[in-house]
């Protein structure tokens, strides 16, 4: 391990601390309060304005914790910033109370970015700002290197650069130094567990059961992705991490229970982009009796549910675009959307072939192997989603891209599927779920015929989860919503990786 100047200088601090008998990494801390709940505490016990100091009043005593954010020296004096978990408050130091031995350590042994415990009573400074007026004080971790600064050092002439924290590449491999740092950063994860708790509730509080399914699994399925592989050693056996919970969550109605969620991670090996990470949270629910057109008003006062409880309001602000949850959610179906925004009637063209003819007429990429069902989507994706910015269903999908769906009433060519859009991408997925195990093995082995081995839309054939149909399983409606992508639109972010605490990246060299 090698160190810079700066670094280098920190350890022989550390080392004069040990001499003097200092433990710099102590066990434990004896924090009684937060600062947020030391200035509540303080707070309470001042007169009201306009009235006298209440005589005799006892002192509010604490003992602190936290990270030191400044530290400014005057003499037989300091100020110092802690910051902890739920805020910042001002530390005053002076010799008649700590000592000169003590304060001079402060001054010349502590530094920016050490946990320090401080004990003391609270008080109001002469510029107004509650403060502890510290007794005693200690060590509690001292940082050996600098946290991120937003302007180079210079130390004994030499200048010593600090990597920053604008770089969004070194913001993602240090998110430890990033959420140390930035204040923001810290908020976009509270309100994504906010995000997590809504969403339980709403769930919970309409009778869904909330369950947990294999991460690793002998079949991958329910969604259209190439999966991670993986192998058991003892079992002699390869397995796949989950694409989807959708097979397993449906067996669970075959079993009897009729309202099932789960928010979990799911796993593709596909590419990364503003809103894909191969490492993802879903979040799946499976309602027995219900129909997509069910799961879409119930997925409507879902969304505003969330939203109202982590905002405070059903209006927010995306990339400063006003985007309202409050209104009911457009709704349009699929083929005329491609028909008016494209310019191209899906129906005219029955097959893969005769589709593509007309794409590539219009000047359109069109893939030469795909089947009629992915150029369609190929239409929806650069012609539609672009403009559905308000909260947007679009239904009706071909059946050839919809495996697990049910067909439309007197349409075997369109399957009873919805997606949700807002802010212009995908942020949820549902069906009316086949229930026909008879269908459902035609369809696999129709997937199986219509793809290359390799094609990523291509199906495998689970022969359990036919099984566990062949039992009887009620019509149900099922729904699946990337829950990093709700958080990007109630933190106003636009790329997905702002939102994982950490995200997938290329090795460095």
Known sequence: MTFNKLEQIRLEKLERLQAQGVE????????????????????????????????GATPVRVTL??????????????????????????????????????????????????FIEAEGEMMRSKTGEITLRVSTFRLLAKSITPLPAAKDEVVDGEVIRHAGLTDPETR?????????????????????????????????????????????????????ARPFTTHHNQLKQDLYLRISFELYLKRLLVGGLERVYEIGRDFRNEGVDRTHNPEFTMMEFYWAYADYQMVMDFTERMVRHIVERVTGGTTITYQGREIDFGQTWARMDLREAVIELSGINVDDFP??????????????????????????????GEFVEPTLIQPT????????????????????????????????????????ELNDPLDQQA????????????????????EDYLQAMRYGMPPNGGFGMGVDRLVMLLTDQANIREVLLFPHLRKTE
């Open 351 to 380: 097959d893969a072939d005769s589709l593509r003819a007309e794409m590539r007429r219009r000047k359109i990429e069109a893939n030469p192997t795909a089947p009629r069902g992915k150029l369609i989507e190929n239409l929806v």
């Open 443 to 462: 369809r696999f082995e129709e997937m199986g015929r219509a793809y290359a081995k390799d094609d990523d839309d291509r199906h495998p054939l689970d």
């Open 24 to 55: 710099p990494y102590p066990h434990q801390s004896h924090r009684t309060h937060t600062s947020r709940e030391a200035i509540a505490a303080f707070e309470k016990t001042e007169p009201a304005e306009g009235t006298a100091p209440v005589q």
């Open 172 to 224: 993602y491999r240090q998110r430890y130094a990033d959420l140390a740092v930035n204040a923001e950063v810290r908020q976009i994860f509270q309100t994504r567990a906010a995000i997590f708790r809504a969403m339980r509730e709403f769930m919970d509080a309409h009778g869904f059961l909330e369950v947990e399914t294999p991460i690793l699994q002998p079949i991958y399925g329910g969604a259209a």
């Open 393 to 432: 269903f679009l239904y009706d999908y071909p059946r050839d891209v919809s495996p697990l769906a049910k067909s439309k009433p007197g349409d075997p060519s369109t399957v009873e599927r919805f997606e949700g859009y807002v802010a212009g991408f995908e942020i949820c997925n549902a069906f009316t």
């Open 65 to 114: 914790a936290g990270r030191i954010r400044s530290l400014r020296p005057m003499g037989k004096i300091a100020f110092a910033h802690i910051e902890d978990g739920t805020g910042r408050i001002q530390l005053f130091f002076r010799t008649n109370d700590v000592g000169d031995e003590a304060l001079k350590m402060l001054v010349n042994d502590f530094d920016l970015g050490d």
